[in-house]
């Protein structure tokens, strides 16, 4: 089980797995991916990383062009200034326009 579905799980969130396309792995829909977000920032918890996947027609898919998304810790940051800088990045990765309600978002803690 992954650090996200573990917390997914603590706090009653949705997910979808990806087992299905050979990722061990679990996705969010935007509305449970900022809820995970919020949650690690209020835990200062870092964001990682976000890959994202397609859901089409309750299955999921690999997207036709690769996104993701990632966050490394600055060599003058501290742990508390990372987790928080991750979390606001994450969130306006995830919340920018590109994205449809059909996204969905593996987020790596």
């Known amino acids: 089980m992954t650090e996200s579905e573990t917390i997914a799980n603590e706090l009653g969130l949705q997910y979808y797995s990806l087992d299905s396309i050979g990722v061990h792995s679990v996705a969010y829909d935007k509305s ?10 209020n835990e200062v918890l870092p964001v990682i990383g976000i890959d994202i996947y397609r859901l089409n027609a309750g299955n999921v898919e690999f997207p036709k062009l690769y996104d993701n998304w990632n966050c490394n810790k600055r060599c003058h940051e501290s742990f508390n200034e990372y987790a928080n800088r991750s979390c606001i990045e994450a969130m306006e990765f995830i ?12 987020i790596v803690i």
């Open 95 to 106: 919340c920018s326009k590109r994205f449809d309600d059909n996204t969905l978002f593996d």
């Open 32 to 41: 449970n991916a900022t809820r995970l977000i919020e949650y690690c920032r």
